[in-house]
């Protein structure tokens, strides 16, 4: 059974760090894109970041552009988001997603969900 396992959420100061990983189980990695998307509250679900499945194409939303790096490890079957200089906007559960699909993974069909990992950032 395909599984996504989101963890490495937590509470964070403002231009404070966290790294989510995304696990991956039932399923070859290698054949999906991979992103990560994040919902606020009251806020609709919005896309944070993707990674192809190669891991040669990625994208970011401007948003987070430039603090934010997505990586994957294939042999290890783990997609990382890397989240740096934390915002007080940044706050949501941020999930993962896995698309088989090729070439770009940006504003794409995901069709497995994680449950998501809670990011707090506050003072």
């Known amino acids: 059974q395909l599984q996504l396992v989101e963890s490495g959420g937590g509470l964070v100061q403002p231009g404070g760090s966290l790294r989510l990983s995304c696990a991956a189980s039932?399923?070859?990695?290698?054949?999906?894109?991979i992103g990560w998307f994040r919902q606020a509250p009251g806020k609709e679900r919005e896309g944070v970041s993707c990674?192809?499945?190669?891991?040669?194409?990625?994208n970011y939303a401007d948003s987070v552009k430039g603090r934010f790096t997505i990586s994957r490890d294939n042999a290890k079957t783990t997609v990382y988001l890397q989240m740096n200089s934390l915002k007080p906007e940044d706050p949501a559960v941020y999930y993962c997603?896995?698309?088989?699909?090729?070439?770009?993974?940006?504003?794409?069909?995901?069709?497995?969900w994680g449950q998501g990992t809670q990011v707090t950032v506050s003072s």
């Open positions: 990674i192809s499945r190669s891991g040669g194409i990625t």
């Open positions: 997603a896995a698309a088989p699909i090729w070439g770009s993974c940006w504003h794409r069909r995901y069709d497995y």
């Open positions: 039932g399923f070859t990695l290698d054949y999906y894109a």
